[in-house]
């Protein structure tokens, strides 16, 4: 079946493994894996399970990290809704990655791609979405004295003029071939990109001395990065290294989940009671009847229920292992297993939303601007 | 013979006839002048001689203005180097409106335009020359209460989200119609435009209400204000108007004074010595001998030296009628004609520069920054 992976359009059943080929990425092996642990003392399951399977130029970033060079993190936002749990996977797994190597964070929020991208989108409201997901960053336990998060429009008086020399060296017609432009595309659309390779090096341009950069970040980013790592060194700048994850399915299955399609994603901002809802009427790997699923089991690899787990909810790899049992053996059906997802999912949701207003009072120690 | 005249070319034998045909515009007739006298008591030199030749709106503005709906004045540099006699052309003319309506004039420094655009101008070296050409603006005596200085990446946090909305609008085919861009153009130029068109309404947002926009400009800059004329009213705000004027010819004849072939320009910061120098050494409408100039007398119309008097350095009419009959006479040589005018142009050099001096102190009262 056909797929698309864009940063604007994620269709289709993907292939990660044609990804890894068509973009060039390396492949996260085991060896690497174990260099990480070395100095994170275990593995966090989203590397542990595969969600981030993909990067560039990570050896060296460790190889620098050993040398005492230390790296600065760099990920983002495209403010376009709601942040829903698709989005917080990355952001999970980066503050664990500045927990782990005491790296420093610069997020951005992209509040001009999302009002250039996206007809329905003025600018008022795409920075008020940035202050709304700016939130949920912070409840997921970024160290204040280490994470700065900033709206472009709001930061432009220094991104703009770095973008510029981004923009010097980038062509149309490279910009067309990693993103698909048309004749019809907005002339902003075709510039954005400049903007977003800003903070690979924006610490370097502030320092006065080269940093590396490692950008955790979904699969589907790789096009911005793959530009910014042409150009970056042209202006004398370290290519950004990355480390990438795959999405997380829609709970209508296939693709990602979509801010856009409210149905098919849980929301931070949902009450359990929606969130139990979405579960309860999701797609499922299960069977016609109960009858012929406890005669032959269920499909868990289609599953978004079993990726919830696997992804965020499971944790525990042995749990993980025994639901997987269950679940190929026919034992447990797939209402029950909704019904326990929704328990730790409304768990989950009411931690993080009780964070989140708690963090209100403290978003001016995140943001920065000019 | 062939012309180009594009924001960033201007060469050949240019037909200001057909410019006017090809783009558009409206010509200043004579009972738009009366119009303008009315207001103005007087009509300045570069009216009266048709070197501010065509408009858009222009009969609009004035019917704004009497309803005491009062107009602002937009203009602007790229400073790509040093400021010379063609540059301010337009900026006396624009004092000169600002005096007579009484206006504010918003002046935009476009160092990002120029970094863009030239392949051997960093940005440090343009903001340096914007702050260079603001002084030669300053010494021009615009009013210190009505004017902002603005270059573009110091006012960026303002700017950029406004360029932004200009930006969605605006696809790259029709920049590309606009401009002439390939596909090796940078995803900085073709954005630029969007940058340019901000200014023309940027006082109507900061205001909240829609302000007439008047902007006076050499010809060669049309198509950024084609571009915005198209986009602004969808935007909201009126379509901005504007006043444009001939290029200075070069001393060496044909196009227009370029900051990049230093002999064939005088700079602000030329001393007397060497402007003479490049003005005894210019081009000129004169015959091959002494002897055939006597006889049949010279063309001062394809004469660069002659141009100067008529757009910078005579202002009085007859004294200029004078000058006509005793070239086509040939009762004046080049040379003699040559040395009148270094002395006026040394003169007002000399006075130029210690305005300029002057103004250094007082630069912050102009400059505008985030």
């Known amino acids: 079946m056909a797929y698309k992976v ?9 292939d990660y493994g044609k990804i890894v080929k068509e973009f060039g990425l390396g492949v996260i092996s085991d060896h690497l894996m174990k260099r990480i642990e070395k100095h994170t003392k275990e593995l966090h399951p989203l590397l542990r399970r595969g969600v981030f399977f993909a990067h560039r ?5 460790l190889d620098e990290y050993e040398k005492g060079h230390h790296f600065f993190l760099y990920t983002g936002r495209g403010p376009s809704g709601h942040t829903h749990l698709g ?3 990355p952001w999970i797994f980066t503050q664990w990655l500045q927990e782990k190597f005491n790296a420093d964070l610069w997020f951005q929020m992209t509040d001009d791609e999302k009002f250039l991208f996206n007809d329905r989108l003025d600018l008022e409201q795409t920075r008020k ?8 960053v912070m409840a997921l336990g970024f160290d204040e004295k280490k ?9 432009a008086k220094t991104l703009y003029p770095q ?6 060296r980038l062509t149309f017609s490279t910009a067309k071939a990693a993103f698909g432009f048309t004749n019809e595309s907005n002339v902003g659309e075709i510039f954005f990109t400049s903007i977003q390779a800003v903070p690979a090096f924006l610490p370097s341009v502030l320092k006065g001395k080269n940093i590396p950069c490692l ?20 202006l004398g700048y370290y290519k950004p290294a990355s480390i990438q994850c795959t999405m997380l399915p829609g709970l209508k299955g296939g693709g990602k989940m979509s801010a856009s399609e409210e149905s098919s994603a849980i929301y931070t901002t949902d009450s359990p009671d929606v969130a139990k809802k979405k579960i309860m009427s999701a797609f499922t790997g299960g069977r016609d009847s109960v009858k012929e699923q406890r005669e032959k089991g269920a499909n868990y690899s289609i599953c978004p229920i079993y990726h919830y787990y696997r992804l965020l909810f499971m944790p525990d790899d042995k749990e993980l292992a025994s639901l997987e049992r269950e679940c190929r053996g026919g034992s447990i059906l797939c209402g029950e297993c909704k019904e326990r997802l929704s328990k730790r999912v409304a768990a989950f949701l009411s931690d993080h939303q009780h964070k989140r207003e708690k963090a209100k009072a403290h978003i001016e120690k995140f943001m920065i601007r000019d």
Chains 1, 2 share one sequence.
Not at 147 to 155: A, V
Not at 163 to 168: E, M, N, R, S
Not at 216 to 223: C, E, G, K, M, S
């Open 129 to 136: 979405l940035a202050y709304e997901n700016a939130l949920d």
């Open 215 to 234: 950008i955790p970040h979904a699969v589907d980013q790789d096009p911005h990065f793959r530009v910014a790592r042409d150009i970056l060194p042209k």
């Open 57 to 61: 130029d990570l050896n060296w970033i």
């Open 147 to 155: 994470t700065k998060i900033f709206l472009d429009t709001e930061y």
């Open 6 to 14: 864009t940063p604007w359009e994620v269709s289709g059943d993907i």
């Open 87 to 89: 989005h917080i996977l």
């Open 163 to 168: 973008a510029l020399k981004v923009a010097k």
